[in-house]
């Protein structure tokens, strides 16, 4: 018996798509309070000491953070090829304006102190600004837009044209989600400063992570009212064998209003995934409220994951529908790597994901406690 056979074709996909949400939440959790810290630093801190104690708050593990990302990027490109083929070739320039960005945080992070200057550390300071503002937006943005579904096709041979453009991405519910992303990672990077920070730095960033918390809840529910009312769904009107091949075009898909509430209605205990992102949102907001520092960033997370994983269950199995050519979209049972792929992968990932999240938890450990101004301005004990 060959060995990948022991798990089916339809298990690994389902699977490799409940990773691919859990990869992407990880992303937005874990870096998503570094990207919000940086949104954070013109306003939290008034001063360069002040500014210097929120970069090395996160001085010691962004660059571990952003493993999620390069975990995700890689699960794309060999769980779900297509997926990959056609988010990272049609969201060119998105994607290019995203990477420029997160290059500027590393240089940033490296150069902001290294010169006694003020002109010097304000556009450096900027830069940490910029590389936290426009991931945050544009992958909001993208977000909005894979729910009204991308304009790609295939052709005769099977080679898939992006007929959209970067500017066609900035429309009305796009931008709402761009706005969403924004308000959840600086509730976030809000709750992040409030735990590891002390004195004004602290006190600024609750007053602007609780607006921030308040707004993630307004936009989450003014997103979810518009989807209702305006944005069309897509529902797979033909047989979609889970263990099909990975050709898209072999179903019929149709479009309709309200399509991506189906699986709600069809099961009404998923509402809870929705559920999770409203109350983790107001936890937060409670949270700074009653300067509960730990709980604050853990209910933020709780909401940022509720908010994701809401898109995923309302799309299931849609991973990326087609607005133009709704047979072309692509879904869980139709887009996938081989079998054999899938489950090579599944066992790799198995090992060395709990290995990451030890050593991820670890370092945490060891870093605990809040940055002290003193050892900064005394020139010890920091980073940055």
């Given amino acids: 018996m060959i060995l990948h056979t022991l798990l089916s074709y339809e298990f690994l996909r389902i699977v490799w798509w409940l990773l691919l949400g859990v990869l992407l939440v990880g992303f937005a959790v874990m870096d998503g309070f570094d990207l919000g810290t940086g949104m954070l630093l013109p306003f939290a801190g008034r001063n360069d000491l002040e500014r210097r104690v929120i970069v090395n708050s996160v001085g010691p593990v962004w660059e571990g953070n952003q493993v999620w990302l390069i975990l995700g990027g890689g699960a794309i490109f060999a769980a779900w090829p297509q ?48 590389g936290g503002f426009v991931p945050a937006l544009i992958c909001g943005v993208a977000m909005g837009n894979v729910l009204q579904g ?7 041979d099977m080679h898939i044209h992006y007929d959209g453009s970067f500017f066609g991405l900035l429309n009305p519910f796009g931008l709402l989600g761009g706005l969403l992303s924004v308000a959840m990672l600086v509730m976030h990077g809000a709750a992040w400063l ?62 309709y209003g309200n399509a991506w509430f189906a699986n709600y209605a069809a099961h009404p205990a998923l509402y809870i995934v929705p559920g999770l992102g409203f109350a ?60 054999l792929t899938l489950f090579i992968m599944l066992v790799v990932t198995a090992v060395f994901i709990p290995i990451i999240v030890a050593y991820t938890g670890w370092i945490y450990h060891v870093l605990r406690g809040k940055v002290d101004a003193d050892a900064i301005r005394e020139d010890r004990g920091h980073a940055y």
């Fill in 83 to 130: 997926l990959y083929a056609v988010s990272f070739s049609g969201f060119y320039i998105a994607m290019f304006v995203i990477l420029v960005a997160l290059i500027l945080r590393p240089v940033a992070f490296k150069f902001r102190s290294k010169r006694e200057d003020a002109a010097w550390r304000r556009r450096w300071d900027m830069a940490l600004f910029i």
């Fill in 194 to 255: 409030c735990l590891k920070t002390q004195g004004p730095v602290a006190e600024r960033s609750r007053a602007y992570g609780s607006i921030a918390a308040l707004l993630t809840v307004v936009l989450y529910a003014v997103a979810g009212v518009l989807l209702w009312s305006f944005v069309d769904g897509f529902r797979v009107t033909s047989a979609l064998p889970p263990d099909g091949p990975s050709n898209p075009l072999l179903k019929t898909v149709e479009v």
């Fill in 280 to 339: 983790g949102a107001l936890l937060a907001w409670v949270g700074f409220r009653v300067r509960a520092e730990l709980m604050t960033l853990m209910a933020s997370a709780l909401g940022i994951a509720g908010i994701i994983l809401s898109v995923g269950v309302s799309m299931f199995p849609f991973i990326l529908p087609s607005s133009i050519d709704p047979r072309a979209s692509l879904t869980a049972f139709d887009s996938s790597s081989s079998h």
């Fill in 150 to 156: 991308v304009p790609f096709r295939f052709g005769p």
